[in-house]
């Protein structure tokens, strides 16, 4: 085709084809900008589904009237997980029944009460054995006698049970249960005491009975180990700690004989595992211990439980979360990342655990966290209150620490906790966690429900409602609403409608997202002394300390044995240092801290070591 020159006009077909040709090119432009602006919007608005520590499901109340001191409240502990057929089954103490989910999020629960009607025992399973063998699901709960049976089931999902075997003889508390594929043999392993050790033997597969071969695996030594020293603070030298909650994993050949630490009602209650390469001896002590570990920030506890896998296969460590107010054994429970790193090393991460984290996915890397990187929005923010009962003041549900709470002077209707963020925030989720006030209920209470309303303001003057489960039917004692679209506003405000029992009572209105302002600036003068053992006769402490950030709510203390292995974490609000307990004698640590505050997480500062 020759060039048209320069000026020359032209003709009337060509010039109609040209406008049908530019329409063409609006057209396809215009699809495509369409499409890029539903893709982007897509994004704004599609969230990843998130959950938040303690998990939300439908704990019943404690059974058993002696242990009832300062009030009737819920409990559960000692949970475990398993994956069976695609889904996940959750079994605890005391709860006349279990639960099961698709998806790690929402939990059924099946009511059923195990132990046959002529056992000498309190009528439901304590701390109980969970194990699937083939293509059967098997239960039996702690017991230190006979009369025992063993349950089994093919369909869980439902109360389709039978029993396995009507009287295990051997009188395992704590139990645990490996059945080991490759060998096609099973393991039982059990203990709880402060004299004892672990113990283990094999069951017969077919009787599901022990031979007789029962050896002692493991024990406590708390004077190298600082973590497993007793009391809330490692520094009870009075009382011996507790071994107790075996639970064990085979992985890459490796048995990983897992024990929880020092004792239930402690906030650094924690598991550690010794590994060996075979069921029942020669266990040593894993060099990264305790491998679960959460002493610090709102949930506390990390002890007693079981390492399972999701569907993508990604491990994870459901464990006891300790509250133990109105009595020691007040527990909730955590589902925590877990994982074996390259040089199989068992580990689980708790960093920022209590905040939204992700579901399980398939590309995960426990290792860097599941955090979703929302962040606490109301700590320690003003508050306005209905009414208050006694000291149950206001600001105790928003101080980051699930021992303490508000109470308004009445359960009614008209009772109401209003939080101000203090700006204009992105919020795209919501934690509310109840506290028991003079709550009547003792066990599992079939019907019982919470109602309420969330309402949103930017001025505190104009609301919208942002939450409504005004008919909502369930029992949601640590509610966690992950809101469709991130909602902007600087006040929220909780109108109670209707509690189970008791008195409208919070231990934590939490709020998280993104505030407006500036993360803190990275963490100076980060300094971790170790206990000299000549002023002080041990090692297994150090006194940890950094300047105070002004504009930080809170620090992550990271630590470990080397500098690529920081698997450990301490959460601390509103102090500048913290006196570790937890250290191994013999052993050098390397510690790493950062700051965090409603807007995002400072740099990490350089690892420091500690000889």
Not at 3 to 8: C, D, E, I, L, V
Not at 277 to 303: I, T, V
Not at 408 to 420: S, V
Request: glycine share 8%; net charge neutral.
């Amino acid at each position: 085709m020759t060039p048209r020159p320069t000026g020359t006009p032209l003709k009337e077909g060509n010039n109609k084809c040209q406008i049908k040709t530019s329409v063409l090119k609006i057209q396809i432009i215009m699809k495509y900008v369409f499409s890029l602006f539903l893709f982007l919007a897509l994004q704004t608005y599609a969230q990843p589904k998130t959950y938040c520590n303690p998990i939300n499901i439908d704990y019943g109340y404690c059974p058993i009237p002696n242990f009832v001191t300062q009030g009737k409240h819920r409990a559960t502990a000692d949970p475990v997980i398993v994956n069976f057929k695609g889904k996940y089954f959750l079994f605890s103490t005391n709860q006349w029944g279990y639960w099961w989910s698709d998806d790690m999020n929402t939990w059924n629960f099946i009511s059923r009460k195990f132990l046959k009607p002529d056992a000498q025992v309190y009528d439901e399973l304590c701390a109980p054995a969970v194990f699937v063998m083939k293509d059967e699901m098997y239960v039996i709960g702690s017991t230190h006698g006979p009369n025992f049976a063993i349950w089994k089931s093919k369909n869980p999902t439902k109360d389709e049970w039978e029993i396995a075997v009507d009287n295990f003889k051997v009188g395992a508390w704590d139990p645990g249960f490996l059945y080991d594929e490759e060998k096609d043999k099973l393991f039982l392993y059990w203990g709880s005491s402060n004299e004892f050790p672990i113990m283990g033997t094999e069951i017969n597969t077919k009787t599901l009975q022990s031979d007789g071969d029962v050896r002692p695996l493991i024990s406590l030594h708390p004077e190298d180990h600082g973590w497993e020293r007793f009391g809330e603070y490692n520094d009870n030298t009075f009382l011996q700690p507790f071994m107790e909650g075996a639970w064990m994993t085979k992985h890459n050949g490796k048995y990983y004989l897992q024990y929880g630490a020092p004792a239930t009602e402690f906030s650094g209650y924690a598991d550690g595992v010794f590994v060996s390469n075979e069921p029942l001896d020669g266990f040593g002590y894993q060099k990264h211990n305790p491998f679960s570990y959460k002493p610090g920030g709102f949930a506390r506890g990390a002890g007693h439980g079981a390492t399972f896998t999701d569907n993508f296969n990604n491990y994870w460590h459901v464990s006891t979360i300790a509250i133990g107010v109105k009595n020691n054994f007040e527990r909730r429970i955590g589902i925590w990342p877990a994982g074996f790193d390259k040089d199989d090393v068992l580990y689980c991460n708790t960093a920022y655990g209590d905040y939204p984290t992700l579901l399980p996915q398939k590309d995960a890397n426990h290792l860097e966290s599941l955090f979703s990187g929302w962040m606490l929005l109301n700590y320690n923010k003003p508050v306005q209150v209905s009414s208050t009962l006694g000291g149950y003041q206001p600001n105790l549900a928003v101080d980051e620490d699930i021992k303490t709470y508000w109470s308004a002077k009445t359960g009614n209707a008209n009772e109401w906790f209003q939080t101000d963020l203090g700006e204009v925030s992105t919020i795209n989720a919501i934690q509310i966690n109840y506290a028991d006030q003079d709550a009547e209920f003792m066990g599992k209470i079939p019907g019982t429900y919470h109602q309420y309303k969330i309402l949103a303001s930017k001025d505190g003057k104009k609301w919208t409602v942002l939450v409504d489960k005004s008919q909502n039917q369930k029992d949601v004692p640590h509610d966690y609403i992950q809101l469709e679209k991130p909602a902007s506003a600087r006040f929220l405000k909780m109108e109670n409608i209707h509690i189970p029992s008791g008195k409208f009572a919070l231990s934590g209105f939490r709020v998280f997202g993104t505030g407006a302002g500036a993360k803190p600036k990275a963490v100076e003068n980060f300094i971790p002394l170790r206990a000299d053992p000549a002023k002080f006769g041990e090692r297994r402490s150090a006194w940890i300390k950094w300047s105070q950030n002004e504009n930080a709510d809170g620090y992550m203390i990271y630590f470990g044995k080397t500098p690529d292995k920081l698997y450990g974490s301490i959460m601390v609000y509103g102090k500048n240092e913290y006196f570790f307990t937890g250290m191994d004698r013999t052993d050098a640590y390397y510690f790493q801290i950062e700051a965090f505050n409603s807007n995002g997480i400072s740099p990490r500062s350089e690892i420091k070591k500690a000889d």
